[in-house]
């Protein structure tokens, strides 16, 4: 059924700028809530980054003026632009989404198979 793949991962310079991408792809009649989330070892999965279906924005403390969420409801995809990124933000990165696949059922979750951002020193 529904699938989120994430894109764009890699290795970027602390100071530099990566942008990942998520897009869905199955049956979708609409997509609620986007979200970036993160994990690294040994601790907690944080959300990183949220926008609703009517573009309201929700960022973590941490990395609110230096990341930005965006989504395109027609490609059905959801884009994260990390910009003067840190060591700090190394981490598996995963994409989230609440998704109603047809008018008569509520939206459920789901969730990419996440992908590493490394970042050197």
């Known amino acids: 059924q529904v699938q989120l793949v994430e894109s764009g991962g890699g290795l970027v310079q602390a100071g530099g700028s990566l942008g990942l991408s998520c897009a869905a792809s199955?049956?979708?009649?609409?997509?609620?809530?986007m979200a970036w989330y993160r994990h690294t070892p040994g601790k907690q999965r944080d959300l990183v980054a949220l926008?609703?279906?009517?573009?309201?924005?929700d960022y973590a403390d941490s990395v609110k003026g230096r990341f930005t969420i965006s989504r395109d409801d027609v490609k059905k995809t959801a884009s994260l632009q990390m910009n003067s990124v840190t060591p700090e933000d190394a981490a598996v990165y995963f994409c989230y989404a609440a998704i109603r696949q047809t008018i008569r059922e509520s939206a459920s979750n789901y969730w990419g198979q996440g992908i590493q951002v490394t970042v050197s020193a």
């Open positions: 199955g049956t979708i009649f609409s997509i609620n809530n």
């Open positions: 926008i609703t279906k009517d573009g309201r924005t």
